[in-house]
């Protein structure tokens, strides 16, 4: 009995649409959407976050997504850094943040409200709504403290750092009190300016903000 042949057309519609899922496959393989599966941890902070005066690649969030990946947290981190950043401004664009819903945000601002000798209050009703906003989305938060230089006062320096103290603790965060704690006693760790790390003092930030972290963190993504 002779062997029938398929037709010609059918031949080549079956490869055409074998090529179609091949490519389909390959497209899905390379969608951003794919990748979104891990975790976002948001780093949301100012000029600390964004790594100002840093070569690219050199912030403590560049640092962190190492430590995270050598340690085998599959948590993708976005830098939200934004350089001279009040809290008023980053109650102004947290809506930014919420709507990539993450799994953490670091939250660190408030260094430029204390250098530009802003109203406590103000600093303090800001970071309160942004924490309040954060948990009421399901997010989970670390805040990240930091100080003022001495020649601002005991007394102004104090209730400053009772802002994040009292808020860490009304919120119920995880909580660093002093971002630079590890690095404000290590040649090398500040730039020349007096205020902003270096890429070795990007690190230790970052080695300090993991440990602080490391409760919020899950393997099993």
């Known amino acids: ?45 100012d000029s600390i976050t964004a790594g100002y005066g840093l070569p690219y690649g050199q912030s403590y969030p560049d640092d962190l997504q190492k430590l995270l990946n050598a340690q085998g ?3 993708q981190i976005r830098n939200m850094g934004t350089s001279g950043a009040t809290t008023k401004d980053a109650v102004a664009n947290l809506r930014s943040v919420l709507d990539l819903h993450p799994a953490i945000v670091i939250v660190e601002f408030g260094g430029n409200d204390g250098l530009r000798g802003l109203p406590l209050d103000q600093t303090r009703r800001n970071l309160d709504q942004i924490l309040t906003s954060l948990q ?23 209730s400053f750092d009772h802002i ?11 909580f660093v009190p002093m971002i630079y704690k590890n690095l404000i006693h290590i040649p090398g760790t500040i730039q020349s300016d007096g205020i902003h790390p270096t890429a ?14 490391k409760p919020l963190l899950r393997k099993d993504q």
Do not use: E, W
């Open 1 to 45: 009995m002779p062997m029938v042949r398929a037709p010609p057309s059918y031949t080549i519609f079956v490869d055409v649409r074998r090529a179609l899922l091949v490519s389909l496959c390959l497209l899905l393989l390379s969608c951003p959407l794919l990748a979104a599966v891990r975790p976002l941890l948001v780093c949301y902070g």
């Open 73 to 75: 947290y599959r948590y």
């Open 136 to 158: 009421s989305a399901h997010i989970q938060v670390l805040l990240a403290g930091i100080t003022l230089p001495p020649n601002y006062g005991p007394d102004y320096i104090r």
């Open 164 to 174: 994040f103290r009292d808020l860490a603790a009304k919120h119920h965060v995880a």
């Open 200 to 213: 070795k003092g990007s690190r230790i930030i970052a080695t300090t903000l993991l440990s602080a972290l």
